[in-house]
T-cell receptor, first 112, second 117 residues
């Protein structure tokens, strides 16, 4: 089962532009995590935001969490060609026995 | 330092055969997770080990799938009587301590691409 749904499914932008990806989920959560996956490679953990947090920053990444709307967004500022990858949100919560449940991902392409 | 490694990187087998996929977690990580990722989808949880024991195997799709971690380090995912629908990338991850509700970052391996003909 996949509880997170990313939006958009695919995004193409120019280098230097900002990229925003959204994630919606269905049940209450303990935390929400964002991962990046480059083509043919493993997942890399980007950032974790707890359910009692609203915003978190890490370098060029900014994550927001709105538990009332059951949604999160990932903003990548000043994008680079190397940011081209698939981005997944994953939720952890008691409803799913604290499993990490991933969405289907957003494919980001940054054109140089 | 060494990350999570998985072998083989690719495995092609015929329907009905038995396969084993291996995962070497980061040294010292007590928790180990297996996921399966189909094309165009996010990873789906299969099983989670805390030490040597399977703390949660609720994601295993059926009894053809089995995983072990006898010494609390290396893990092997075993699939019997493979079916074409088993074709996917099998990902392994490890974390310093276990559980999902806390703040335990999971480090993923590159995966094993299994193709069942």
């Amino acid at each position: 089962s996949q509880q997170g749904e990313e939006d958009p499914q695919a995004l193409s932008i120019q280098e230097g532009e900002n990229a925003t990806m959204n994630c919606s989920y269905k049940t209450s959560i303990n935390n929400l995590q964002w991962y990046r996956q480059n083509s043919g490679r493993g997942l890399v953990h980007l950032i974790l935001i707890r359910s009692n947090e609203r915003e978190k920053h890490s370098g060029r990444l900014r994550v927001t969490l709105d538990t009332s709307k059951k949604s999160s967004s990932l903003l990548i500022t000043a994008s680079r060609a190397a940011d081209t990858a698939s981005y997944f949100c994953a939720t952890a919560g008691m409803e799913y026995g604290n499993k990490l449940v991933f969405g289907a991902g957003t494919i980001l392409r940054v054109k140089s | 330092g060494a990350g999570v490694s998985q072998t083989p990187s690719n495995k092609v087998t015929e329907k009905g055969k038995y396969v084993e996929l291996r995962c070497d977690p980061i040294s010292g990580h007590t928790a180990l997770y297996w996921y399966r990722q189909s094309l165009g989808q996010g990873p789906e949880f299969l099983i989670y080990f805390q030490g040597t024991g399977a703390a949660d195997d609720s994601g295993l799709p059926n009894d053809r799938f089995f995983a072990v971690r006898p010494e609390g380090s290396v893990s092997t995912l075993k699939i019997q009587r493979t079916e074409r629908g088993d074709s996917a990338v099998y990902l392994c991850a490890s974390s310093l301590v276990g559980g999902f509700g806390g703040h335990n970052e999971q480090f993923f391996g590159p995966g094993t691409r299994l193709t069942v003909l």
